[in-house]
């Protein structure tokens, strides 16, 4: 795991609790009277995501989450847990009311771990909140460290995926080793170089950025697999299905919110 997947991951993360927080179904029962369902479901999510995203190798092995439900004061610190801390420090600088219900999400590390954390609050008033959070502990003896003189390969990756997506609307997208060329580079000498950085060829990378996004959809849309196999740079159905194959995804596992 590196500073890029790191930065993915709080990208993914950040884009799921902000679906989860807005679920009709997760709203009613922040109003009203079924918080453990609440906390119950948001487990659901994070233990998939948790499996996904290490059968995927992009969480090490050796990850592993902890589970925050209760109700804690705003603006005291009437307890030593960071996380809980960090969180109440966050939901401070914001404005809010009685009754709004705040995605969260967070990153900080400690003497051992990066954490990733993530999550619901419902406010009760300008003091209390009900906290419904899931921090995930990432060893830091388990994040690599890379050349700074390969970063390019970063860069490239993003203009490209940003490329793809707009070149689908134009039908003017150009090949890979095009694409390469065009900002300089020598295609293979890429090819070694994000090898080195990511631990993995460009191919399987880009092709698990695009079951990720499927995913997403799968748990927080009501669109059809046709419609998200398309929408995220598949031919259709059956390739996407052969993807989620490839990397052991089976989509019974995938949880349906909506």
């Known amino acids: 795991m590196n500073i890029y997947i790191m930065s993915l991951l709080d990208s993914i993360i950040q884009q799921n609790i902000i679906a989860f927080s807005r679920?009709?179904?997760?709203?009613?029962?922040?109003?009203?009277?079924?918080?453990?369902?609440?906390?119950q479901q948001l487990s659901v999510v994070s233990d998939f995501y948790l499996s996904f995203f290490q059968q995927l190798k992009f969480i090490p092995i050796g990850a592993y989450k902890l589970h925050h439900h209760g109700h804690y004061n705003l603006k005291g610190k009437k307890t030593d847990n960071t996380t809980i801390l960090q969180t109440i420090?966050?939901?401070n600088e914001a404005e809010f009311n009685s009754n709004d219900i705040i995605p969260v999400q967070l990153r900080y590390s400690d003497k051992n771990n990066l954490h990733f954390v993530a999550g619901i609050v419902r406010i009760e008033n300008k003091k209390?909140?009900?906290f419904h959070l899931v921090d995930l502990f990432i060893p830091k003896r388990l994040i690599t460290g890379v050349s700074h003189n390969i970063g390019y390969v970063r860069d490239i990756?993003?203009?490209y995926t940003k490329d793809m997506k707009d070149s689908k609307r134009t039908n003017s997208g150009k090949s890979i080793v095009e694409y390469i060329t065009s900002k300089?580079?020598?295609?293979?000498?890429?090819?070694?170089?994000?090898?080195a950085y990511f631990g993995d060829t460009f191919y399987s990378f880009i092709l698990k950025k695009r079951i990720i996004e499927a995913v997403g959809e799968m748990i927080f849309t009501v669109k059809s697999l046709k419609e998200i196999a398309f929408e995220n740079g598949f031919e259709g159905y059956k390739t996407?299905?052969?993807?989620?194959?490839?990397?052991?995804?089976?989509r019974s596992k995938i949880p349906r919110l909506v």
Do not use: T
């Open 23 to 39: 679920l009709e179904s997760v709203r009613s029962m922040g109003y009203f009277a079924n918080p453990e369902f609440l906390s």
């Open 89 to 91: 420090q966050k939901i």
């Open 128 to 130: 209390s909140a009900e």
């Open 157 to 159: 990756l993003d203009s």
């Open 184 to 195: 300089g580079y020598s295609y293979n000498r890429f090819l070694q170089d994000f090898k």
């Open 240 to 250: 996407m299905h052969k993807a989620f194959k490839r990397y052991e995804v089976p």
